[in-house]
């Protein structure tokens, strides 16, 4: 079991906005940054979002990322083919003396 | 150009030990938090350890406490992995990615290296 908690799946149309959650607790997302990765199969993850709501450069502003409280979220409006793929969140835990991992979820563009 | 690339994965029998490293280039490797990450054939992403910039700080996960040891030359620009009385649990793809500071305790991981499979199978 992951100390973060994200949906396993998540679907959408070309076009269309998603959103992909992640819930966690005070000792992690309560108190620290939150991180986005994307994985495409095969690759190593790609940073999508840093600090909550940071992209580096090179990332489309189709993707953009919110906290609130415990719990963070990505968004990714004007769905395009080429984003379905897993996507992780992260953060580091204060309980833990780590960071920690959502368990990851499986974009599919329909 | 920064790069990271990982060498040392393999087969090994269970309870065997194995070696990773990971090369990096590119940048101030001194400057430069490190750390290992994890992903079992088909599963998400599992932090390792992580090494500060000067050795002084170091975590593992508590799956590979007391078995993992992580390491780094600096004068050599590489980072290391000793993973003993392995377990067919361990069997993954470990990535080597590096952080944004010195500290230990972020995770903007923006550099990532290729990674390597490690198989613990009899």
């Known amino acids: 079991q992951s100390v973060l908690t994200q949906p396993p799946s998540a679907s959408g149309t070309p076009g269309q906005r998603v959103t992909i959650s992640c819930s966690g607790s005070s000792s992690n997302i309560g108190s620290n940054y939150v991180y986005w990765y994307q994985q495409l199969p095969g690759t190593a993850p790609k940073l999508l979002i840093y600090r909550n709501n940071q992209r580096p450069s090179g990332v489309p502003d189709r993707f953009s990322g919110s906290k609130s409280g415990t719990s963070a979220s990505l968004a990714i409006s004007g769905l395009r083919s080429e984003d379905e793929t897993d996507y992780y969140c992260?953060?580091?835990?204060?309980?833990?003396?780590?960071?920690?991992f959502g368990g990851g979820t499986k974009l599919t563009v329909l | 150009e920064v790069q990271l690339v990982e060498s040392g994965g393999g087969l090994v029998k269970p309870g065997g030990s194995l070696r990773l490293s990971c090369a990096a280039s590119?940048?101030?490797?001194?400057?430069?938090?490190m750390n290992w990450v994890r992903q079992a054939p088909g599963k998400g992403l599992e932090w390792v350890s992580s090494?500060?910039?000067?050795?002084?700080?170091?975590y593992y996960a508590d799956s590979v406490k007391g078995r993992f040891t992580i390491s780094r030359d600096n004068a050599k620009n590489s980072l290391l992995l000793q993973m003993n009385s392995l377990r067919a649990e361990d069997t993954a793809v470990y990535f080597c990615?590096?952080?944004?500071?010195?500290?230990?305790?972020?995770?903007?991981?923006?550099?990532w290296g290729q990674g390597t499979l490690v198989t613990v199978s009899s």
């Open positions: 990615a590096r952080a944004d500071t010195a500290m230990v305790t972020s995770v903007f991981w923006e550099k």
């Open positions: 090494i500060s910039s000067g050795s002084s700080y170091i």
């Open positions: 992260a953060t580091w835990d204060d309980s833990l003396s780590g960071p920690v």
């Open positions: 590119g940048f101030t490797f001194s400057s430069y938090s």
